[in-house]
T-cell receptor, first 109, second 116 residues
């Protein structure tokens, strides 16, 4: 069992819908990251969280340290949001991140 | 472009070939990484170089050989690969040591490798 679990693995929604992607982890962490990977491969860092909530445009990320759980929300979803969203946690060394398997999101027009 | 450039974008090679992947960053970062991304699996960290010195090597087979000649360039030399090595190979860089991933951890677009 992976130390970082994401759900759902795949998500298809209509344009405009509110999207939630979940990340649960089983280790103590110093930070949690949400990243976005578009078709073609490039990965973009969206958020780094150690507590609370962050917002950037239509994206909101929350984390509950006690419950070892984080969510990524997308409001007013758009087809250009279609991508794989990856959760990763920093649990130890400065270099190592533990990666989730990703959630593939498709937003239909 | 994110500031981390990988070449080539796509590579098809036979099992007896020797090839190299290249990664270049001009962000002033002091750490560079090679990751492997296989279908439906989490990213796997292969190698980490900090200040041009290899600091992590996650039990990667010897048919993968990294080289970091300076802080801006990173290579992954490939020889006698197997079909199961087909994957997306991602390079990343960061400003390690600050404990804050939020700025500085940048990925390239990856090299899609197919071994035939």
């Amino acid at each position: 069992k992976n130390e970082v679990e994401q759900s759902p693995q795949n998500l298809t929604a209509q344009e405009g819908e509110f999207i939630t992607i979940n990340c649960s982890y089983s280790v103590g962490i110093s930070a949690l990251h949400w990243l976005q990977q578009h078709p073609g491969g490039g990965i973009v860092s969206l958020f780094m969280l150690s507590s609370g909530k962050k917002k950037h445009g239509r994206l909101i990320a929350t984390i509950n340290i006690q419950e070892k759980h984080s969510s990524l929300h997308i409001t007013a979803s758009h087809p250009r949001d279609s991508a794989v969203y990856i959760c990763a946690v920093r649990a130890g060394s400065n270099y190592q991140l533990i990666w989730g398997a990703g959630t593939k999101l498709i937003i239909k027009p | 472009e994110t500031g981390v450039t990988q070449t080539p974008r796509h590579l098809v090679m036979g099992m007896t070939n020797k090839k190299s992947l290249k990664c270049e960053q001009h962000l002033g970062h002091n750490a560079m990484y090679w990751y492997k991304q296989s279908a439906k699996k989490p990213l796997e960290l292969m190698f980490v170089y900090s200040l041009e010195e290899r600091v992590e090597n996650n039990s990667v087979p010897s048919r993968f050989s990294p080289e970091c000649p300076n802080s801006s360039h990173l290579f992954l030399h490939l020889h006698t690969l197997q079909p199961e090595d087909s994957a997306l190979y991602l390079c990343a860089s960061s400003q390690a040591g600050q404990g804050n991933f939020d700025y500085g951890y940048t990925f390239g677009s990856g090299t899609r490798l197919t071994v035939v």
